[in-house]
Every structure is written in C-alpha cells, then in structure tokens.
C-alpha cells in the first residue's frame, strides 16, 4: 500500500450490513469519506517524490520523519486511509462467535469477554468528540486505548487489532445523536475470524 494509494474495495456490498449498518451509510462513508482521505493524502505527497516508496504504516509510524509542511496532512489523512482500511473487513454479514486465541487472550487480560466488551463499549461510548476506540497489543499485552481524529495506535508504537470508528458520519444517518446504540449494534457484524488473524500476527 503505497503512493499513489487507492480507494480498496469493500469485501461486501453497501447493504449487506443491515440492519446493522445501513446501507447509506456504509456507501457515503467508503465512496465520500475514505475516498476523501486517500485523494487528500495522495495530494499531499505527490511534490515529495522522497517519500513515494514508503506505505501509509511507514509514513505514520514514523512521523517525524515527514517534512513539516505536509506531516499534519499525513497524519490525519494518512491516518484516515488506514484507519478504513483496517476498518471495513472487521465487519461481515452472519459475524461468527467470538472465539480463538484473541478471545482466550481477551479473557485472560480482562477476567471474561462480557467484561472487555463493556469496558470497550465504555471507552468508545465516552470519548470526546471523533476519534476511534481501539484494542491493541502494547508490547504484548492488550489494552483498551481511545485516539483523536484519524490518528492510529501505531504512531504511539501499539499495534491494533480491533477498532471502532466513533467519527458521526459512521452512524449519524441512523442512530443519530446515539452513540452507544450505534456501538451496541455493532458488536453483532464484528468479524473475529479477521481479528485472530490481526492477532495472531501482532504475536509473531
């Protein structure tokens, strides 16, 4: 994934979410939002031929080194880039159960799943203003972590493996001013199978 970077497909159709993401939604966040992000990053880094060879990890992980007339730009629609990317196959049509070695790490760090998924519900649910609720391993170990904006864990050196963007244009078409119903309703499309994988590869 690297300059010129380009919009990914959605591995499912606009509505095959519902009725737990709506169709609307899911379209004017991926074709409007997220295309936004890549044209704007893309923007950015098109005078800067030095930094063409190094993905959107690279760019993000190492932000100092991005010239300072264009790091915020980086950082925010960098970020963004990434942080759909990482996003749109967390979900899927008929979610499996969650289960695997992240579920079992999960219970471990947190004493059950039920008590994870109401601290992650919390912490996404009280966040000020935009921003993303993330699980992450922190050397090794998970954690529960909140980010502004479109900044992604790995700019503070943690890796994620599951994440909810909390930005209003995530849910606003359907839940309104209603975050926690919003956040509740996702939990029935998380795609475990996809977080195992993000798991099991942050461990090797």
């Not at 000020?128 to 050397?139: C, D, K, P, R, Y």
């Amino acid at each position: 994934m690297t300059y010129p970077f380009k919009l990914p497909q959605l591995p499912y159709d606009y509505n095959a979410l519902e009725p737990h993401m709506d169709e609307q939604t899911m379209k004017i966040h991926h074709t409007k939002h997220h295309q936004a992000y890549v044209d704007k990053l893309n923007a950015a880094l098109e005078p800067h031929k030095e930094l063409h060879g190094k993905s959107v990890e690279e760019l993000l992980t190492n932000l100092a080194g991005v010239p300072d007339a264009i790091r915020t730009a980086v950082r925010n629609h960098g970020g963004g880039h990434l942080n759909h990317s990482f996003f749109w196959p967390l979900m899927i049509m008929d979610a499996p159960s969650p289960e695997g070695e992240v579920v079992g790490a999960i219970e471990e760090k947190f004493g059950s799943f039920d008590k994870f998924k109401e601290q992650f519900s919390a912490a996404a649910a009280n966040h000020f203003g935009s921003g993303w609720a993330w699980l992450v391993l922190n050397q090794g170990q998970l954690e529960i972590m909140t980010t502004p904006n479109q900044d992604n864990p790995i700019s503070q050196h943690r890796i994620p493996v599951l994440g909810i963007d909390l930005w209003e244009h995530s849910y606003y078409l359907k839940w309104q001013n209603k975050r926690t119903d919003y956040i509740a309703t996702w939990w029935n499309v998380v795609n475990w199978e996809e977080i195992n994988r993000h798991f099991r590869a942050a461990m090797k």
